[in-house]
């Protein structure tokens, strides 16, 4: 069955950086198009990147730009989150989530998920 499994996450100080990791496993990884979400406590989930099948096209919310990194690398069949410069106001629980075809910044359009990793920026 399909299993999307991220780690990474943890606490971190303002200004500090992360490094999310999320493996797939139970499809072929590189016919679909990777994205992370997160969603703060009593917030709703949020679109914060994604990258297409090779990994040449990547897309961001424009909070997260100049200081998230998406990547893939899909002989591992793993795609990752580098954050830097990381604020309080990015805490929040970061999931992975897959879809086949195209780059959406909308979360029903994607179908397969992760269970998340917490991730907490201290002040």
């Known amino acids: 069955q399909v299993q999307l499994v991220e780690s990474g996450g943890g606490l971190v100080q303002t200004g500090g950086s992360l490094r999310l990791s999320c493996t797939a496993s139970?499809?072929?990884?590189?016919?679909?198009?990777m994205g992370w979400f997160r969603q703060a406590l009593g917030k709703e989930r949020e679109f914060v990147a994604a990258i297409s099948l090779s990994g040449d096209g990547t897309y961001y919310t424009d909070s997260v730009k100049g200081r998230f990194t998406i990547s893939r690398d899909n002989a591992k069949n793993t795609v990752f989150l580098q954050m830097n410069s990381l604020k309080p106001e990015d805490t929040a629980v970061y999931s992975c989530?897959?879809?086949?075809?195209?780059?959406?910044?909308?979360?029903?359009?994607?179908?397969?998920w992760g269970q998340g990793t917490q991730v907490t920026v201290s002040s």
């Open positions: 989530a897959a879809r086949r075809r195209f780059i959406s910044t909308t979360y029903a359009e994607y179908g397969y």
């Open positions: 139970g499809y072929t990884f590189s016919s679909y198009t």
